[in-house]
DNA sequence: ACCTGAACACCGTTCAAGT
DNA sequence: ACCTGAACACCGTTCAAGT
C-alpha cells in the first residue's frame, strides 16, 4: 500500500488542487512552490509528481477548479440590460474572490471560454439585437472588456473596490450594445474600413 | 578605475534596461534572469547590483522604458470617433510590438496612468460629450477596457491578430460614448442602483 | 501503486574582498 | 567607484530505490 507514513489517506489530484488554491487566495500566486505546497499537505514534495505532471499543470488545475465556480444564471425573464449587468457583476464576484489568481485566470483565457457562460452571453447578447454574423466578435470583445476591467480594478488602478466605478463602465457597455438594436448595425460607420 | 576586464565602458542602468527589453521582447518574459542578462551584457551577475537594486526594480525600469515609447498625438482636428480610433490604434501598436511584456504592463498600472496619454483622453472623451464629474470614470473604463482587449488578443483569445475584432470592439465604445452626447446622462438608467 | 532521499541544474541576493 | 567569486537559501524536476 506505500501510503504516506504522515497521512492516512492517499493524495489525489482534487485534495492538491485544492490546496494550491487555498494558499494562493492566502500567500499569493509568486509564493506558491512545489515544495511548499507539499509541506502544507504534510507530504514528501516529489510525491506530488505521482498525481500532477508539474507545476503548470497544477496551476491549470487550479484555474478550471475556480472556473468551475461559475454557474450563470438560467434566462429569469428580465431585460436584456438586466442580465448583461448580472453576468457581470458574477464575474467580478469571482475576481474578487480570488484576486491573486486572476491575473493568471486572464493569462489563459482559452479557460475563460467556457461553454455554460458564452452560451448565456449570446443569448443575452442576441434578446440585445446583435445580429447573427456579428455575434462572435461582439462577444469576445464583451468578455475581453470585462476581463479587462476587473484586472485594472483588481490591480489598484482605482482606490479600493469602487462599485459606481463598475456601474460606469457596464453602462458604457450597455449603451453601446443599445445601438445594435436601433438599426441592426452597431451604427458601425467604420466596419469596412481597411484593416491596419 | 575597475572597469570591466571583458568590456570596455562601465555598466549604465540605461543599458541594463534595454538589453532586459531586447532579451523579453526576444524570449519571454519568463526566460529573463539576473545571471542571463549579465552573461548577454558580458558582465559578472553580480555587477548589476550596483545599478539597479533588484529584479522588480529591473523589471519597473523595464516598464517605465516601454511606456515612454506613447507619444500621444496632438488634436488634428478630426472628430472625436476618429480620435478614439486613433489612440486605441496606438496602444495596440504597442502592445504587439512587446507582446510579452504587455500582460506585465497591465499586471502594474500605475504606470500606465501616464499623464500625457491621460490628457489627451480627457480632452477626447469631453468632446464626445462626457460630463466633467464622470470624466475619471469613464476615462478609467475605458483604459482598462483597451488593454483588456489587448491583454485577450495576446493572449490568444482571437486566431492571431484579428484587425475586424478590433474594429468591432472600438465600434462598441465608440457607441457607448455617443450616449453622452445624446443627453448628457450617458442614458444611464440605473446610475443610482444601490451598489451590490 | 505509491512514496522517498539524494542529486542536478538552475534561481535571486549578500557579503567580503579585490583594483 | 566599480567589479568579482564564493556562498546562502531557495527553486522545479529526474531518477533510482524503497515498501
Not at 44 to 55: A, D, I, R, T
Not at 66 to 92: T, Y
Not at 122 to 138: D, I, Q, S, T
Amino acid at each position: 500500500m506505500a501510503v504516506s507514513a504522515r497521512r492516512g489517506a492517499p493524495l489525489s489530484p482534487e485534495e492538491i488542487h485544492a490546496e494550491a488554491l487555498r494558499l494562493i487566495d492566502e500567500q499569493g500566486v509568486e509564493a506558491l512552490s512545489m515544495r511548499k505546497l507539499a509541506a502544507a499537505l504534510n507530504v514528501n514534495p516529489m510525491s506530488l509528481y505521482h498525481h500532477v505532471p508539474n507545476k503548470e499543470a497544477l496551476l491549470d488545475g487550479v484555474r478550471t477548479l475556480v472556473l468551475s465556480e461559475i454557474k450563470p444564471a438560467d434566462d429569469d425573464g428580465s431585460s436584456w440590460q438586466e442580465q448583461i449587468r448580472g453576468l457581470g457583476a458574477g464575474l467580478r464576484a469571482l475576481a474578487h474572490r480570488h484576486p491573486s489568481l486572476y491575473p493568471y485566470l486572464c493569462a489563459h483565457p482559452q479557460l475563460m471560454r467556457q461553454d455554460g457562460v458564452s452560451d448565456v452571453l449570446c443569448r443575452v447578447l442576441a434578446a440585445a439585437g446583435v445580429p447573427e454574423e456579428r455575434m462572435a466578435a461582439v462577444r469576445n470583445a464583451l468578455f475581453a472588456f470585462t476581463a479587462g476591467f476587473l484586472l485594472a480594478e483588481i490591480n489598484g488602478m482605482f482606490p479600493g473596490r469602487d462599485d459606481a466605478a463598475f456601474e460606469e463602465a457596464v453602462t458604457l457597455i450597455v449603451n453601446g450594445l443599445s445601438a445594435y438594436g436601433r438599426d441592426g448595425s452597431g451604427g458601425n460607420a467604420h466596419a469596412e474600413v481597411s484593416p491596419g
